[in-house]
């Protein structure tokens, strides 16, 4: 695949660590850098990524202190290393930062510790079928039980099935800026699908509820919401779910690992 058909990644790694983990004796700038069988899971994350025949160029946004303590100088893993933001979407502009308006971004969490590169594939295949500049992943949970019965989640009921959302978004560099706001609010937001339905209008709450709330109909109003192309990328691809939240998700993936 040429240069210009891959899409740039950014990794998100700031933040600092939450309480539970440091309870538990967890002393690591951030999630990021928490270790599972031995690896941390920015390194499980970056490796995937790298290893992706969707992806060009790699951005790890990241302390770079904290990326220096445990990689050298070695960027086998990634590109750049840039400073991350007072928050999570400043993070993510922080990434986004001198890249050309039309190129595609591919924005990855980075406590998915079990993201593999086909995983990473066949989602950049779905989102490169779509004409959108913003591109929001979803796993369907029927592919999800069938791997991962065990592992909880945040579900909404939908039209066409039950779904949680991915690690993983696309998004136009050009309509980062334009949609800071509308993510910012869709990120406090994004563990209630009640919260996340009051947000498009406060009638699809009790429609949600039931489960009568189509994705096409999401489509619009997200897309009437930001001003720019939105769309919903289905997956059955487990591993771009299953993240690291509490002290237990931690717990429960390094038995799976």
């Known amino acids: 695949m040429s240069d210009d058909a891959r899409f740039v990644a950014v990794a998100l790694a700031g933040g600092v660590l939450e ?6 004796g967890f002393s690591v700038p951030n999630k990021a850098y928490l270790p599972i069988g031995g690896i941390t899971m920015l390194e499980r994350v970056l490796r995937a990524l790298r290893a992706s025949h969707s992806i060009g160029r790699i951005r790890c946004v990241t302390q770079p202190n904290a990326f220096a303590g445990m990689f050298g100088q070695d960027r086998s893993f990634c590109d750049d290393v840039i400073a991350p933001g007072i928050d999570l979407i400043d993070s993510m502009l922080a990434g986004f930062a001198g890249l050309s308006p039309t190129q595609m971004v591919l924005v990855a969490a980075t406590d998915i510790p079990l993201v593999t590169a086909r995983a ?50 696309v998004i136009r560099a050009g309509a980062a800026v334009h949609v800071a706001s509308i993510l910012r609010d869709f990120a406090a937001a994004r563990k209630s699908p009640l919260r996340l339905a ?41 591993e771009l ?6 002290l237990e998700d931690l717990y429960a993936v390094a038995r799976l690992v």
């Open 19 to 24: 309480r539970d983990f440091r309870r538990a």
């Open 120 to 169: 990473i594939d066949a989602f950049a295949a779905a989102a490169r079928q779509l004409d959108c500049d913003l591109g929001y992943g979803c796993i369907r949970r029927i592919a999800h039980a069938a791997a991962y019965p065990t592992i909880r989640h945040t579900w909404v009921r939908l039209r066409e099935g039950t779904f949680c959302g991915a690690g993983v978004s």
């Open 198 to 238: 009051s947000l498009f209008s406060p009638f699809l709450v009790v429609r949600t509820a039931l489960g009568l709330v189509g994705i096409a109909e999401l489509e619009r109003r997200a897309s009437d919401l930001t001003g720019v192309a939105c769309r919903a990328i289905p997956s059955d691809e487990p």
């Open 241 to 246: 779910g299953v993240n690291v939240d509490q």
